[in-house]
């Protein structure tokens, strides 16, 4: 079955410790996605990767690392920069129409991550 | 940069009422999102319109472009359709802006 695969599903930190989140997809989609969620507020957009070995910062990276080494994987570090760590982390992915920046593709979301820092 | 307003932000429902949830966004999109997400977290599309109306089974949504509004009506709801509804629009560089979510509960 293709689809996007996030571990762990719950991650507890101490405070000052460095910890990254697996994002994996096996739909051979060009673009990912990383997203923070907290409480009674909409999704926020940490980081995104539209094709390997690049990545734009999003608007609120601050804290946050990431890579596209592969095609399949995006995995997300969050830092002992970032001063408010805890939250729910959701990953994303869609395809890119070549030849077209403007338009918008569907994206496909993974089951997120909870990580709580302690 | 887009704003987008969902209401209500919480709904409580009887079973088989019919409800609706709107969205209201502040500038021009190219696609807008109709997201569910369950207590565990993760998030499912339910729809992305552009224009007019789509419909599967008891949910439909309905997008005025002109009056930069949606709406999602659930048709004879039931317990499982307890949710968080969120609507996202695209907007350019094909990046999605979130309304912070409706959370529906339908009670038996």
């Known amino acids: 079955d293709g689809g996007i695969t996030q571990s762990p599903k719950y991650l507890f930190r101490k405070e000052g410790q460095n910890v990254t989140l697996s994002c994996e997809q096996n739909l051979n989609h060009d673009a990912m996605y990383w997203y923070r969620q907290d409480p009674g507020q909409g999704l926020r957009l940490i980081y995104y990767?539209?094709?390997?070995?690049?990545?734009q910062k999003g608007d609120i990276a601050e804290g946050y690392s990431v890579s596209r080494e592969k095609k399949e994987s995006f995995p997300l570090t969050v830092t002992s920069a970032q001063k408010n760590p805890t939250a729910f982390y959701l990953c994303?992915?869609?395809?890119?129409?070549?030849?077209?920046?403007?338009?918008?593709?569907?994206?496909?979301f993974g089951p997120g991550t909870r990580l709580t820092v302690l | 940069k887009n704003e987008v307003e969902q209401s209500p932000q919480n709904l409580t429902a009887q079973e088989g009422e019919f409800i609706t949830i709107n969205c209201s966004y502040s500038?021009?999109?190219?696609?807008l999102h109709w997201l569910q997400q369950h207590p565990g977290g993760g998030i499912v599309s339910l729809f992305m319109l552009s224009s007019g109306k789509k419909k599967h089974g008891r949910l439909i949504a309905t997008i005025n472009i002109q009056e930069k509004h949606s709406s999602l009506h659930i048709t004879a709801s039931h317990p499982r359709d307890s949710a968080v509804y969120i609507c996202?629009?695209?907007?350019?560089?094909?990046?999605?802006?979130f309304g912070s979510g409706t959370q529906l509960t339908v009670l038996p």
């Open positions: 990767s539209q094709i390997v070995n690049d990545f």
């Open positions: 994303a992915s869609s395809i890119l129409t070549s030849g077209s920046p403007r338009q918008y593709n569907e994206q496909f």
């Open positions: 996202a629009v695209a907007g350019s560089a094909r990046q999605l802006t």
């Open positions: 500038v021009g999109i190219s696609a």
